[in-house]
């Protein structure tokens, strides 16, 4: 599997327009890619500020580029913005000054708001072409419903103000970030649907919550 063409395998069901879908790995792959260079570089820290990267130093800095590749390689969003916590979007919405907020930002501010105005708006669009079968990339219904209704000068606010929720997908799921790894470290096909089968499975339990 070649590390800088996004996976073939995809959720989606067969009605899903075809051109659309390809069209859309793209993007997910490239945020994601970001995500995971931004991990490994936290990693190469002493002492990584981010828990993730503290817990897998070792393993992320031994990552190859081939092996960042195949990491970003998921159907879903790596990078996250509390997209199936629906009701943290309705309050950051309604009352964006009382939102909570993580105490600690998980990338540094740049980054994170470039990294977060493009997961808004990829999924803003996701969300045109599918409808709620976008929420396969990693978004409650509703919380796509609400950032289809978002103005572009409204996107920026929002990834500027919240720009310490945009973290790693999953962070406080170490046993899931280990599979990721560990399979993004080998060529392994079957590694591979492993643990988007898994993947899969944490996101049709979160949009159902």
């Not at 130093?57 to 159907?75: H, K, N, V």
């Not at 105490?103 to 994170?112: D, E, G, S």
């Not at 990339?137 to 419903?145: C, N, T």
Request: with cysteine; net charge positive; proline share 6%.
């Amino acid at each position: 599997m070649n590390g800088d063409r996004p996976d073939q395998w995809t959720p989606f069901s067969d009605t899903a327009r075809a051109g659309d879908r390809d069209a859309l790995k793209k993007p997910v792959f490239e945020l994601n890619r970001q995500c995971v260079d931004l991990l490994v570089t936290a990693a190469a820290a002493e002492t990584p500020e981010l828990r993730l990267a503290r817990q897998f130093q070792g393993p992320l800095r031994r990552l190859s580029l081939e092996a960042r590749g195949r990491l970003a390689q998921q159907f879903y969003l790596l990078v996250d913005i509390r997209f199936t916590d629906h009701a943290w979007w309705r309050a950051a919405l309604k009352h964006p000054t009382s939102a909570p907020l993580s105490a600690q930002a998980a990338f540094p501010k740049t980054p994170a708001i470039q990294m977060g105005r493009a997961a808004v708006l990829f999924l803003r669009h996701a969300t045109e072409l599918f409808g709620a079968e976008a929420s396969f990339f990693g978004a409650h219904p509703s919380v796509l419903q609400s950032l289809s209704n978002l103005s572009l000068n409204e996107v920026d606010r929002l990834t500027d103000r919240f720009f310490k929720e945009v973290r790693p997908r999953w962070e406080n799921r170490p046993a899931v970030w280990l599979s990721l790894i560990q399979s993004a470290s080998t060529s392994s096909l079957r590694a591979k649907r492993d643990v988007d089968l898994r993947g899969l499975q944490l996101l049709v339990s979160q949009l159902l919550e």
